[in-house]
Structure formats: structure tokens, C-alpha cells
């Protein structure tokens, strides 16, 4: 396979992507930016109190 025909079939299977919206996609950044976050924070609070266990316990 060249590298020309590389470069068109790529361009032929990018002309039958569905592209979403501007709306979609901002919907969809901002929905994996909030899960990001929960689970950023949620993961934090877990190891801040597996940490205090620790500290309690065992050192």
C-alpha cells in the first residue's frame, strides 16, 4: 500500500464519520471533566483515610 493510497482511503472513510455538534461536544467535554473530578476527589478522600488508619495503627 502507498502512501498516497493511504491518504485517500483515509479521507474516504473520514467523509462517513458523524461528527458531533458544537453542542455535543461541549456537553461531552464538561460530562468528563465533572467525572474526572468526582473521581479525583473520591480517590483522594479514600487515601487520606487509609493514610490516618495507617498512621493510627501501624506506625
Do not use: C, H
Amino acid at each position: 500500500m502507498s502512501f498516497t493510497t493511504y491518504l485517500k482511503d483515509t479521507k474516504s472513510e473520514l467523509a462517513n464519520v458523524t461528527w458531533p455538534t458544537r453542542s455535543q461536544a461541549i456537553g461531552f467535554t464538561i460530562m468528563v471533566v465533572i467525572v474526572s473530578l468526582f473521581t479525583a476527589f473520591f480517590l483522594g478522600f479514600f487515601d487520606y483515610i487509609f493514610t490516618l488508619i495507617i498512621q493510627k495503627f501501624v506506625l
